[in-house]
């Protein structure tokens, strides 16, 4: 059997991989910074920026299939995974509306009252949290798919 090819923006291509998470980590290190930075100007276009590489990268990501050509080939692919697969791709659409209403709302989001700005910093760290899980998870099903097509349990 044919390992599965690896081609998109998460768990096959390390370059998107790591990018990805440099902008997890980034707007993490901005999202977790001292809570005077709130009412600085500048800290919402440092979140605003980093949103959009993040938006970007992420957009990219959603729009490679997870496990290329070999997700097709019924051989190719544990069809016990199947359904793991298929809940991260729909996954895809619900991040991107996270990270859409984020990036609509920092670009006023400085004008707004320290508690609207509370929230908006929550909203930010769920998007990390649910993109870490997310991530994590394409790698498990990834490295798990690879192990039973070169021999593993399955």
């Given at each position: 059997m044919e390992a599965p090819t690896q081609d998109h923006g998460s768990i096959g291509s390390a370059g998107s991989d790591d990018a990805i998470k440099e902008s997890i980590a980034s707007l993490n290190e901005l999202v977790n910074a001292d809570a005077d930075r709130l009412v600085d100007d500048e800290f919402f276009t440092d979140v605003a920026d980093e949103l959009g590489v993040l938006h970007a990268r992420f957009r990219s990501h959603a729009a490679t299939d997870l496990f290329g050509p070999a997700r097709e080939a019924s051989d190719s692919f544990?069809?016990?995974l199947?359904?793991?697969?298929?809940?991260?791709r729909s996954?895809?659409?619900?991040?991107?509306g996270l990270l859409d209403w984020l990036s609509?709302?920092?670009?006023?989001?400085s004008q707004r009252?320290?508690?609207?700005?509370?929230?908006?910093?929550?909203?930010?760290?769920?998007?990390?949290?649910?993109?870490?899980?997310?991530?994590?998870?394409?790698?498990?099903l990834f490295y798990l798919a690879l192990w039973r097509d070169t021999g593993g349990e399955g």
């Open positions: 544990p069809p016990e199947s359904g793991d697969l298929e809940r991260l996954e895809h659409q619900q991040i991107l609509q709302r920092v670009e006023w989001i009252t320290l508690e609207d700005k509370d929230v908006f910093v929550l909203r930010a760290r769920e998007l990390i949290a649910v993109l870490n899980r997310h991530i994590a998870e394409e790698d498990r």
